[in-house]
Structure formats: C-alpha cells, structure tokens
C-alpha cells in the first residue's frame, strides 16, 4: 500500500484524511477493514453524458467525486472491492461539480489509481493496520547482512526490494606495527560490536524467519561468533533463542550485489528454505513431543482451539497460510480475531507455510492447533462434533 499524503481533518476531532494507493489484493483486505459506514472517498471517474443516433456512449472527462459510503462488495479470490455511496458537500469546491447532493454512485477500488480517504474515526487500530500495510518491511522475513573488511550493510528482504537498514564503515589501519595491531584489533572489534548493536536495533525476531550472514573470506563467519559471543555475555535470549536462524553464505564482495549472488547461488538455495522455515519446524517438533507424551498441553481442532482461546490458554498458537490468509471473508476474520486473543494473552501466533513441510503436516491436523501455558485435560470435553465423526466411530466400535 502507497500512503501518498496524509493530513489531519479539522472536522473531526480523530479523523484523518489519507491519500492511498494499493498494490495488492492483501491491500485490498486492509482497506475492506479500514473503510467504514459513513467514511467518504474521494476519487475520479468516468460519466456517460450523452447518447448518440446510432448509440455509441460519449464520455465526458474525468470527473472529481466525494462520496459518503453506505455499503461495499468485497471479493478476495477475483481482487474486487467496491463501495457504493451518495455524494456530499465537498467544502474544496473540486468534488461533485454540477452534481446534486445525494445522488448514488459506486466507486471500484483500482491499482491503478490513487483516492482519498476521509475517515472520521481515525483510531489506534486504524492507524497499527494501515501501518502495517504501507511498510514494506512489515512484510519482510527474511534479514541479511552482508560485510567485507571495514564495511557492512544491515538489510531487510522483501519479495520485491532490498531495504538498506544501516550502513556500518570503520576505517581500519594497515598492521605494520605491534602498535597498529593493536589499534586494527580494537577497531575491528568496535566494527563487529557496531554491527551487533545494528542488529538489536533493526531486526524483529518474533517476525524474521532467517538472517542471512555473507562475505567474502571469512568475516562472516567472524561475524556469527562474535554475535554469539556478544548475545551470550549480555544474555540477550532474542538473539541465542534464534540462533538456528543464522545462515553463514559466501560471497564476491561486501556490498549489495552479495545478498543478490546468495539469493541465487544453487548451493544456498535449499539451506536458505530450511533455515526459513526452522522456527516452525521447531514449533513443530515441540507440538509433537507433547502430542506424544499425552501431557495436554497439546491440543489440534477448531473447537479446541478456539476453547483455549477462550480460557487465555494458549501459549503458542499454530495455523496455516491456508486458514490464516483465507479468501473467505468470513473465516479470514475469525482466524484473524482468534490471532489477536491469543496475543492479547501473551502468547504467540505463528503462521506455518504449506509450502514447507511443517506446514505440510500441521495442514494433515485440521491446519489449527496449540500449545498452551499449561495443562487442561478436560479440554475437549462438552464440545460439539460432526454426527458423521460420532457415526463413523460407532461403526468401528461395532467392528471390534
């Protein structure tokens, strides 16, 4: 999502009037939550005027609208959003030239084109997704540094663009003296605490799934020891926690290009997808060990879960891309309310890929379960399931 202006609205104690753009169909959603009863748009559109003999449309130009909506239509799977409203007094004099107040008009959200939102309740929730939306680096995974003698580059990766979080240059002198390698040492060692330092700054390790460490030589591997050492003395858990999420790569130089080589360099590309996906497979794991050791802190199913929820239950919770990111309107915003329960309980939601083999087998278990805090055996007791399930139980029972 572009945010291409915004300024406070003075007819509104909270509101705000927002320029924006988007980019994406997961825009699309932002807006479909942003966007509500009696907020006004403004945007341009084509009029038919007048009809010909042989009834061919005459188009005028475009024309500037301000509408105030009343409902909207919302398809995820064929990228369809549109809102339908009455115009209004428009206070600039550029909307609704020569166009009654009240008359009804439907405006399409496009990638194409920008429109303005005025929304008369600009609220934190409000301000956190729209957010969200407009950085890429919220939708970034992946992290990298790349480094050479002297010079790092502390990035964030995007499906589409590198982003340069920091750029770390220390002027190392040349070792020609007992002096000068002790002046080299003490300078290389303020270079690599710089880019620890970087690294607490920049990096969300509840978000990243991967950072990615590349140079020529052996810096980088220079690089993953002191960052170990340095998160071990100061018992920085967000770090040693994730340790496993650190892939040393080689490459030609120190600058962007690296990053672009590793990306691309065959030798890396199967590390780099189980690296990705570790956290999740290690979640996995720790599912399983519970499952198996019938210790009831490890439940999966709809109903159970969202029972869990329910109690504040749950420490982590597990659901696929599938549930999580699901066109249906409807269920994306259940799986999205159960997401935020969970966190405003102090757990954790993690999203797994179907892409990746964890998320494979947690898509084989209802595509929903969780860990939790602690253990309730009772759990699923009371719970209503499918007369199908109840059936087909019976029938084996019989069998026996």
Same mark, same amino acid.
């Given at each position: 999502?572009?945010?291409?202006?915004?300024?406070?609205?003075?007819?509104?104690?909270?509101?705000?009037?927002?320029?924006?753009?988007?980019?994406?169909?997961?825009?699309?959603?932002?807006?479909?939550?942003?966007?509500? %009863?009696?907020? @006004?748009?403004?945007?341009? /559109?084509?009029? #038919? !005027? *007048?009809?010909?003999?042989?009834?061919?449309? +005459? $188009?005028?130009?475009?024309?500037?609208?301000?509408?105030?909506?009343?409902?909207?239509?919302?398809?995820?799977?064929?990228?369809?959003?549109?809102?339908?409203?009455?115009?209004?007094?428009?206070?600039?004099?550029?909307?609704?030239?020569?166009?009654?107040?009240?008359?009804?008009?439907?405006?399409?959200?496009?990638?194409?084109?920008?429109?303005?939102?005025?929304?008369?309740?600009?609220?934190?929730?409000?301000?956190?997704?729209?957010?969200?939306?407009?950085?890429?680096?919220?939708?970034?995974?992946?992290?990298?540094?790349?480094?050479?003698?002297?010079?790092?580059?502390?990035?964030?990766?995007?499906?589409?663009?590198?982003?340069?979080? %920091?750029?770390? @240059?220390?002027?190392?002198? /040349?070792?020609? #003296? !007992? *002096?000068?390698?002790?002046?080299?040492?003490? +300078? $290389?060692?303020?270079?690599?605490?710089?880019?620890?330092?970087?690294?607490?700054?920049?990096?969300?390790?509840?978000?990243?799934?991967?950072?990615?460490?590349?140079?020529?030589?052996?810096?980088?591997?220079?690089?993953?020891?002191?960052?170990?050492?340095?998160?071990?003395?100061?018992?920085?858990?967000?770090?040693?926690?994730?340790?496993?999420?650190?892939?040393?790569?080689?490459?030609?130089?120190?600058?962007?290009?690296?990053?672009?080589?590793?990306?691309?360099?065959?030798?890396?590309?199967?590390?780099?997808?189980?690296?990705?996906?570790?956290?999740?497979?290690?979640?996995?794991?720790?599912?399983?060990?519970?499952?198996?050791?019938?210790?009831?802190?490890?439940?999966?199913?709809?109903?159970?879960?969202?029972?869990?929820?329910?109690?504040?239950?749950?420490?982590?919770?597990?659901?696929?891309?599938?549930?999580?990111?699901?066109?249906?309107?409807?269920?994306?915003?259940?799986?999205?309310?159960?997401?935020?329960?969970?966190?405003?309980?102090?757990?954790?939601?993690?999203?797994?890929?179907?892409?990746?083999?964890?998320?494979?087998?947690?898509?084989?278990?209802?595509?929903?379960?969780?860990?939790?805090?602690?253990?309730?055996?009772?759990?699923?007791?009371?719970?209503?399931?499918?007369?199908?399930?109840?059936?087909?139980?019976?029938?084996?029972?019989?069998?026996?």
């Amino acid at each position: 999502m572009k945010l291409l202006n915004q300024s406070g609205s003075l007819k509104f104690k909270d509101g705000a009037a927002l320029q924006l753009q988007p980019e994406d169909k997961e825009d699309l959603f932002t807006l479909y939550q942003l966007i509500d %009863q009696d907020d @006004e748009l403004v945007f341009k /559109k084509r009029f #038919t !005027s *007048t009809v010909d003999a042989d009834k061919r449309k +005459k $188009t005028t130009d475009m024309v500037k609208l301000r509408i105030q909506v009343i409902s909207r239509e919302f398809d995820m799977k064929d990228e369809f959003l549109r809102y339908k409203g009455s115009t209004v007094d428009d206070e600039t004099g550029k909307a609704n030239q020569n166009i009654a107040a009240g008359k009804f008009i439907s405006y399409t959200i496009s990638y194409a084109f920008a429109f303005t939102l005025i929304k008369k309740n600009f609220d934190d929730y409000a301000r956190n997704i729209l957010k969200q939306a407009c950085s890429p680096e919220a939708k970034a995974d992946t992290a990298a540094i790349v480094l050479q003698e002297g010079v790092a580059h502390v990035c964030v990766l995007t499906a589409s663009s590198t982003i340069l979080k %920091q750029k770390i @240059e220390y002027s190392l002198p /040349k070792k020609k #003296t !007992s *002096t000068d390698i002790m002046k080299f040492d003490e +300078k $290389t060692e303020k270079f690599y605490k710089a880019i620890y330092t970087s690294i607490k700054k920049n990096y969300d390790f509840s978000k990243i799934k991967m950072v990615l460490l590349c140079s020529p030589g052996f810096y980088a591997k220079t690089l993953y020891d002191k960052i170990i050492a340095y998160a071990t003395e100061e018992q920085y858990r967000e770090v040693l926690d994730n340790a496993e999420m650190f892939l040393v790569a080689h490459s030609s130089t120190g600058y962007l290009q690296g990053i672009t080589e590793v990306l691309k360099d065959p030798v890396y590309s199967s590390k780099l997808q189980d690296t990705k996906y570790s956290r999740e497979a290690n979640i996995m794991d720790d599912f399983m060990k519970h499952l198996n050791d019938d210790d009831y802190k490890a439940w999966y199913g709809e109903q159970e879960v969202f029972k869990a929820a329910e109690l504040g239950a749950i420490d982590e919770l597990l659901i696929t891309d599938i549930l999580a990111r699901s066109p249906d309107l409807a269920q994306r915003k259940k799986y999205m309310d159960l997401m935020e329960s969970v966190e405003s309980t102090g757990g954790r939601a993690i999203v797994f890929s179907t892409l990746h083999i964890s998320g494979e087998e947690l898509d084989r278990l209802t595509g929903i379960a969780c860990i939790l805090q602690y253990p309730l055996p009772d759990l699923d007791e009371g719970l209503d399931y499918d007369e199908d399930d109840e059936d087909s139980e019976g029938e084996d029972d019989e069998s026996v």
